[in-house]
């Protein structure tokens, strides 16, 4: 291929592209329409008319030619500077709102300057009503050398491609703007899948956090704020000091393609409960949802707890705080029902599980607790079995009780097999509790 000066006329075409696409090209354009005033320009083209059309014989043939018959055209090419030139985006017309997720709105602005001598009225062409494109605002005059900013909104209801086109009107020329977007449904994923998030036991008056991270593949999105059911049985208790067991971090924000964003979950409660529960969902400004959580956590004032048992309360506490133990009281109750079952003329054993746990705080150093059962001797004669009966936990750990019940030889049906044994757990202090339990065989099933 030929080349000129060093550069092949495919270089060449490539090079004077990208010198027009550039900035410098746009801002070098506006400097020039700023200076320009104006420019008038004559053209005589002549136009020649044959004596005749060729011979038959030789269409071939070249015509015959005269200067008398010759007419001249004269054109008159006045050029004027535009009364409007836009300001914005290095004077492009062309907005484009790229990708949009369906059922978001995306706001770009788009700006003209009058660099006329007269004030001018604007007006612009109707855009379709039942498109995804549309005008916020007014147009005013616009007075010599003033700026007038278009409010321009786009919102996709399908996943397509739009294009539009929006003619700005003056009286003296027209100015073509051209509007494009694309509509899309993100593709979005959370490390979390959905359903409980449980907390486990902290100290009260300390937090624990779990983090999140929401991450789109496809679009710049917005994702809108993170909110707490109000129904009732899933918010369970309060904080006494009125502030939000379950807070979030950022409440709001937008990921850009291909990042990622760590919203971060803090339970922080005030006071020893088991039912602290809430529901988190975070949903996009379309109202779509991302993820739906079942919060949940427990708080303790000692380092040792037991977690298990049949439910002895409701699960929504009054904001009071509780009333002290009655004078002589001793030990914390607990029951545990177990329940055999009665099949082809066997018994199958009941089993339930008790959970020992040693709190993880900041506020000392990690020490072991430790637990044991008192009496384990008279719980087999009525057979009743616990593994293991003594241990020691780790510092945010927890130890799995396995409580069994075989029915003894002489058990009479539908009898009810009732005993109390104490559970001791040791760590910053002694703790007691009065486990009781309750067995009987169900002969439903037969």
Same mark, same amino acid.
């Given at each position: ?19 027009l696409?550039?900035?410098? +090209? ?7 329409? #700023?200076?320009?005033?104006? *420019? ?8 020649? /008319? ?25 054109? %008159?090419?006045?050029?004027? =500077? ?16 790229? =990708?949009?997720?369906?059922?978001? $709105? ?8 009058? /660099?006329?001598?007269?004030?001018? %009225? ?17 147009? *005013? ?5 003033g ?37 899309v ?31 789109v ?8 704020? +993170?909110?707490?059911?109000q ?23 937008? /990921?850009?393609?291909?990042?990622? %964003? ?18 988190? $969902? /975070? ?11 079942d919060?949940?956590? @427990? @708080? ?6 037991l977690?298990g ?23 914390i ?24 746990? !040693?709190? !993880?705080?900041?506020?000392h150093s990690?020490?072991?607790?430790e ?27 927890? !130890?799995?009780?396995?409580? $069994?019940?075989?029915? %003894?030889?002489? #058990? ?13 757990? *040791? ?15 169900? +002969?439903?099933?037969?």
């Open positions: 291929m030929k080349e000129i000066f060093g550069f092949t006329f495919s270089r060449l075409d490539k090079h004077f592209k990208k010198v696409r550039s900035e410098q +090209y746009e801002k070098a354009r506006t400097s020039l329409l #700023y200076s320009y005033t104006q *420019r008038y320009n004559e053209h005589i083209v002549p136009c020649f /008319i044959s004596d005749g059309d060729p011979p038959e014989e030789d269409r071939q043939a070249q015509p015959t030619w005269s200067p008398f018959n010759a007419l001249y055209l004269k054109l %008159q090419c006045p050029v004027v =500077r535009p009364a409007l030139m836009v300001t914005s985006d290095n004077g492009q017309t062309i907005v484009d709102f790229r =990708r949009v997720s369906v059922g978001e $709105t995306m706001i770009k602005r788009f700006t003209v300057q009058n /660099i006329s001598d007269e004030s001018l %009225q604007m007006r612009t062409s109707v855009l379709d009503t039942l498109g995804p494109f549309s005008l916020l605002n007014a147009l *005013r005059v616009i007075r010599p050398g700026k007038r900013t278009l409010v321009l909104a786009f919102s996709p209801a399908e996943e397509k491609k739009h294009c539009e086109i929006l003619e700005i009107k003056t009286t003296k020329m027209s100015l073509e703007l051209t509007l494009c977007g694309e509509g449904f993100p593709t979005i994923t959370s490390s979390h899948p959905g359903g409980l998030l449980d907390f486990g036991y902290v100290f009260e008056k300390e937090r624990i956090s779990e983090v999140v991270q929401d991450g593949d496809t679009v710049d999105i917005l994702l809108g704020s +993170y909110t707490d059911s129904v009732q049985p899933t918010v369970g208790t309060q904080n006494y000091s009125g502030l939000s067991v379950f807070s979030v971090v950022p409440g709001e924000g937008s /990921i850009a393609p291909g990042q990622s %964003q760590n919203v971060t979950i803090t339970f922080q409660p005030d006071h020893p409960s088991v039912n602290y529960s809430d529901k988190l $969902t /975070i949903e996009l400004m379309n109202k779509s949802k991302v993820c739906v959580m919060l949940k956590g @427990a @708080a303790s004032s000692h380092h040792m707890y977690h048992g049949d439910v002895l309360t409701v699960p929504i506490e009054s904001l009071l705080p509780p009333l002290p133990a009655a004078p002589g009281e001793k030990g109750p607990v029951l545990v029902t177990l329940c055999a079952r009665s099949s082809g003329g066997a018994v199958i054993p009941a089993v339930r599980e008790l959970q020992v746990g !040693c709190v !993880c705080t900041t506020q990690k020490k072991s607790g637990f044991s059962w008192d009496d384990v001797g008279s719980l087999q004669e009525q057979g009743f079995s616990v593994e293991p009966s003594k241990g020691a936990v780790e510092s945010g750990q927890k !130890c799995t009780i396995t409580v $069994t019940w075989t029915p %003894q030889s002489g #058990y009479k049906p539908y009898d009810v097999v009732q005993t109390c044994v104490s559970l001791t757990l *040791r760590g910053d202090e002694r703790y007691i509790y009065k486990v009781t339990l309750m067995a009987l065989v169900s +002969y439903s099933a037969e």
